[in-house]
């Protein structure tokens, strides 16, 4: 079976120009206030990656998706300071997870701008700490380095990744054989596995916050 390889073509053989778009309108999605948790733009970047197969078009789709990300970053700075105290009761804030909005804040008390970039890998803390640094008034010449460089570290980090498995597909389809079926079933359970359990979670945090409220 080449399904791997064939799939990975299938990504590659894409206007590149088009995937340039979708992969930066996910990066925006996964940073966006809000619209990360509705898309999983880390996972559809990873999987765009697989066509970074130049180094030109490698260094292309990384910049594509670190302009995503701080994209992303702008749009809850900018929600921060509009609504400054009035954050944490917001739907957005509230969708996400209050607790999670309490751990960028803080990160932020504790690391100052430091804290957009070091918990730029964090699950959903990373897509609030923007919020939180605009809330805080964190002032805009600090906030704008620290966004571009944790921008530039999860790009570099799901597109290498995304790259790095499109390269190694034909290696990966010869050492898995007729197990290839199998791995997809693993990986489909898996996936859906952590999916309930995401929404499980999500369901809890906002009952938990309705108690509270």
């Known amino acids: 079976m080449d399904w791997i390889a064939e799939g990975v073509q299938a990504v590659s053989d894409l206007p590149f120009p088009l995937l340039g778009l979708v992969a930066g309108a996910m990066a925006f999605a996964e940073s966006g206030l809000g619209v990360g948790s509705v898309l999983p733009g880390e996972t559809g970047v990873l999987l765009l ?46 969708r996400l997870g209050v607790r999670h909005w309490d751990r960028a804040t803080d990160a932020l008390h504790r690391h100052g701008a430091a804290a957009v970039f070091l918990t730029r890998l964090v699950p959903v803390v990373r897509t609030l700490t923007p919020a939180a640094a605009g809330a805080a008034h964190l002032p805009y010449n600090r906030f704008l380095p620290a966004s571009l460089a944790g921008s530039l570290l999860w790009s570099a980090v799901y597109v290498g990744l995304g790259a790095f498995a499109g390269a190694s597909a034909a290696h990966l389809e010869g050492l898995l054989g007729r197990f290839s079926w199998l791995l997809l079933a693993a990986v489909a359970l898996v996936a859906a596995a952590v999916a309930v359990l995401r929404r499980r979670s999500r369901a809890a945090t906002d009952h938990g916050d309705d108690e509270r409220a």
């Open 49 to 94: 990656g697989v066509a970074a197969t130049t180094p030109g078009r490698f260094a292309a789709l990384l910049l594509i998706v670190a302009l995503g990300v701080t994209a992303g970053d702008h749009v809850g700075y900018w929600l921060g300071q509009r609504y400054a105290g009035r954050m944490r009761d917001t739907r957005a804030v509230r």
